[in-house]
């Protein structure tokens, strides 16, 4: 059974940070690709951040510079650093895995809320 477990989310002064996790089971981690999107309410999903198997990241322009997505094959977990936090970076944050093939799975979503 694949699990994608989000921990992290919660409340923050704008300017702040917050580091934001997951922890995977039930998959190979480390042939995964990882990534972390978010959905505002009335607003369609979006990736933030992604990483490959073999570590080469991709960022959306609006958190370049400001997140660091990260991986830990040996403990099977994904991190997303989110610093300089701002009021539009508010929703709820999803971890993904995809091997490829039709092979993704979801996390539940944890909640960043970011206040100004």
């Known amino acids: 059974q694949v699990q994608l477990v989000e921990s992290g989310g919660g409340l923050v002064q704008a300017g702040g940070s917050l580091r934001l996790s997951c922890a995977a089971s039930?998959?190979?981690?480390?042939?995964?690709?990882m990534g972390w999107y978010r959905q505002a309410p009335g607003k369609q999903r979006e990736l933030v951040a992604s990483?490959?198997?073999?570590?080469?990241?991709n960022y959306a322009d609006s958190v370049k510079g400001r997140f660091t997505i990260s991986r830990d094959n040996a403990k099977n977990t994904v991190s997303l650093q989110m610093n300089s936090l701002k009021p539009e970076d508010t929703a709820v944050y999803y971890c993904?895995?995809?091997?490829?093939?039709?092979?993704?799975?979801w996390g539940q979503g944890t909640q960043v809320t970011v206040s100004s």
């Open positions: 990483i490959a198997s073999d570590y080469t990241t």
């Open positions: 039930g998959i190979i981690f480390r042939i995964n690709a």
């Open positions: 993904r895995s995809d091997r490829g093939y039709g092979y993704d799975y």
